[in-house]
């Protein structure tokens, strides 16, 4: 029996963008039979939210397989483009200076194993959550966040062939004492219910700080010469501003939901908040400290970025819902003059046990600091002047021990008081009694409403002390946390310092000739 | 609150800052059964308990320093082997100092350390936080 082919019918018209998402969320959507709706998606119930109506969520973009693929797949070629132009002129000798290579040690180290978290759960949520258009734009997002931790990990892999600190990053992250800021912060949204997780990753994190935390790298690899890691920037915008508009309507669904929701919404906007708040320390110091030519300072970026986008904006339109701005909001602004010249205290002497180098930031910084400063930097310059004086002895402070951390944010206690802004505050609770540390009233609030979540911390200082990682001494440490030798500690005299100036002396002597 | 760009959050942010306030276990809400041990517990730790030493007033030290110490070590031997090493890393830290050039206290309260007391009978209990501050 032979099978003759059916004569070709009528050209199906070709539906449209609109119809074609249509067909693939509702129409790939159904109501279960087998098995309750309840066991079909357990988790959505516990965290207190309640939701009446999947129906009411409207979806923020709607994107195709085939569309996102195209676009992607077109951004991917302009950027490998550069990547490969880069790479064979060794733009890397065009940077401003290797030492602003350690504002992108630290993006490798921090941010970009939190893009792959950020995949795993958001493909979670494509499972999970219960309306096909909420899956459906979690999808897309998963998607987004595997494309972006692979993107700037082969971004910046160029680096790693002439630059110390690039090579063990994921090992680093899981261990390494700054890196358990971000980390534990990401870990934190992972074990929490998947509400919670769009409300602090959504929203906070997406929306909220976004600006704060993503801007300023790409804005500094602009100013410093790095154009890949500025191409790979522009590649992700475009997914940022998706991400944007998913965590927007995740948090208004939640709250059109049922007035119950309010609270809990609420309390999640000043946990998140808090929690981003803190990581963006490391963005502060990156900002003022480490960029050789500067884009803007912490303060200005606050200014803009928060200050004006989201408390003049956003939170003028959610106080409709009944939302305030979160509870811990004038710290942060207080801060605004304090944080960058606090952290960059803090790694300039921890920086024996870092992937990354510091040095005394150089006068015509000082004069930049003291500018965007003059109220608070001068306090500031006092220690400057204090460790010039201790260098020019032979000196060079490194700090001989460890530190009290932050039970929450794990960042060592180095922030201040609002009311008394050089002096270090302390704060401390006493759970089944144990007592536990904080730096700030926004940490100790945290701890208080789940002391039995973050009194797990994998704090780094104690698991040193318990002998959890590698030895007693300095050098067993950092042989765990996978450092090798010119990896952290001083700039000047460095192995990428030294290089620096080697690679430049040799192109300046092949330019002047014989005579 | 208002801030300087002149924009009115509408939120007070009083909160207990008592140093030892103790607190309850608030509601849980979670998939199953959710009771995990501290991972700093004291027992962790055999005879010792972490110490946290806080030189107030010197911002040379970004952070109160955390040591690892025997409950029965007196505070002189703490002062001796675990303070001073620490802390002399300053250039302005003089060798003749002693104890008697600073203020102490203990967990926000004053505090009169006897050198050749027990850290545990003065009082100092895991995670504590002894405040130095010079005279």
Known sequence: ?515 | MTTDTGIDTGIDTGIDTGFNKVIERPEIRSIGAYDFPSRSAQELYGDDQLVHVWYDGNPWFVAAACFRAPKAMSFGDFWAALLVPYHEEDPDWLASWTPADFEWGLDDAPWTPDEGASLASLGVGHKSVIRMVKK
Not at chain 1, 33 to 39: F, I, K, Q, T
Not at chain 1, 48 to 71: C, M, N, Q
Not at chain 1, 144 to 163: C, G, P, V, W
Not at chain 1, 363 to 379: K, S
Request: charge should be negative.
């Open chain 1, 1 to 515: 029996m032979t099978l003759t082919p059916d004569k070709p019918k009528a050209k199906a018209r070709k539906l449209s963008m609109k119809e074609r998402y249509s067909a693939l969320t509702r129409d790939l959507d159904w109501d279960p039979s087998y098995v309750p709706a309840d066991e079909m998606f357990p988790y959505t119930t516990f965290e207190g939210i309640k939701i009446h109506d999947w129906s009411k969520w409207e979806d923020p973009f709607r994107l195709t397989v085939d569309a996102y693929t195209k676009y992607q797949a077109e951004k991917d070629r302009r950027l490998y483009a550069v990547l490969d132009g880069f790479a064979q002129s060794q733009g890397h000798l065009s940077l401003t200076d290797a030492s602003y290579l350690n504002a992108m040690k630290l993006f490798l180290q921090g941010v970009s194993p939190l893009e792959y978290q950020a995949h795993r759960n958001f493909a979670y949520l494509s499972r999970h959550l219960n309306g096909p258009g909420p899956r459906f734009a979690s999808l897309c997002q998963s998607l987004d966040e595997i494309r972006h931790a692979q993107t700037e990990i082969h971004t910046l892999s160029n680096y790693n062939k002439y630059y110390s600190g690039f090579h063990s990053y994921l090992h680093m992250h899981d261990r390494v004492w700054y890196l358990s800021v971000p980390k534990s912060f990401f870990d934190d949204a992972l074990s929490a219910g998947p509400f919670e997780f769009l409300i602090a990753i959504g929203f906070s994190f997406e929306y909220l700080l976004t600006n704060l935390l993503f801007v300023p790298f790409m804005s500094g690899a602009s100013f410093n010469g790095d154009l890949p890691t500025m191409t790979f920037g522009f590649s992700a915008q475009s997914d940022e501003s998706r991400h944007m508009t998913l965590g927007l309507e995740a948090i208004k669904f939640l709250l059109e939901q049922d007035p119950d929701n309010v609270p809990i919404v609420q309390h999640w906007i000043d946990k998140w908040f808090w929690r981003g708040y803190r990581v963006t320390a490391l963005v502060a110091q990156m900002l003022d400290y480490m960029l050789p030519r500067k884009v803007m300072s912490w303060k200005e970026a606050f200014e803009l970025y928060f200050e004006q986008q989201m408390l003049g904006g956003l939170f003028q339109d959610l106080a409709y819902y009944g939302i305030k701005p979160p509870r811990d909001v004038g710290k942060a602004i207080q801060e605004k003059e304090h944080l960058s010249h606090q952290a960059y205290w803090i790694l300039y002497q921890f920086s024996h046990a870092a992937a990354f180098t510091t040095s005394v930031p150089s006068d015509e910084t000082l004069d930049w600091l003291e500018e965007q400063y003059p109220d608070t930097f001068p306090t500031y310059r006092a220690l400057w002047d204090k460790e010039k004086k201790n260098v020019a002895n032979g000196g060079r402070h490194f700090v001989r021990g460890l530190p009290q951390l932050c039970q929450v944010c794990q960042i060592p206690m180095g922030f201040t008081e609002a009311d008394s802004p050089f002096t270090i505050c302390q704060r401390s609770v006493v759970f089944e009694g144990e007592r536990y540390n904080f730096c700030s009233d926004g940490c100790q609030n945290i701890f208080e409403h789940e002391p039995v979540k973050f009194r797990q911390a994998w704090l780094p200082v104690h698991q040193i002390y318990q002998g959890n990682c590698g030895g007693a001494d300095l050098g067993d440490v950092m042989q765990w946390y996978g450092m090798q030798p010119g990896d952290g500690g001083e700039y000047l005299g460095s192995p990428d310092h030294q290089n620096w100036l080697r690679w430049h002396a040799q192109a300046d002597h092949s330019e002047l000739g014989e005579d």
